[in-house]
C-alpha cells in the first residue's frame, strides 16, 4: 500500500511541468473543432490556479470556459 503524499504532490504541482495525457488532449481539441465549450475540472488546489493555467496553456491546452479547482 503506497500513501499518498500532499507534499510531494504540491512541490511537483508547483513545478508547472505535468504533460497532456494525450488522449484527454485529443478529446479537447475534438470538442472545441465541434464547437462546443470547454470546462476543466482537476483535483488541483485553488492556491495552484496560476500554476495550473501556465501548465495547462504549455501542454496545449489553450482556451477554455471555465476552470474549476478544489
Known sequence: LEVFDHEKF???V???VAPA???SLK????VLNLGFK???LTGRSERHRSVTVDNLINAG???W?????R
Open 21 to 23: 495525457i494525450e488522449p
Open 10 to 12: 504540491n512541490n511537483w
Open 27 to 30: 478529446l479537447y481539441e475534438d
Open 65 to 69: 470556459d471555465q476552470l474549476i479547482l
Open 38 to 40: 470547454v470546462i476543466l
Open 14 to 16: 508547483e513545478k508547472g
Open 61 to 63: 491546452f489553450k482556451e
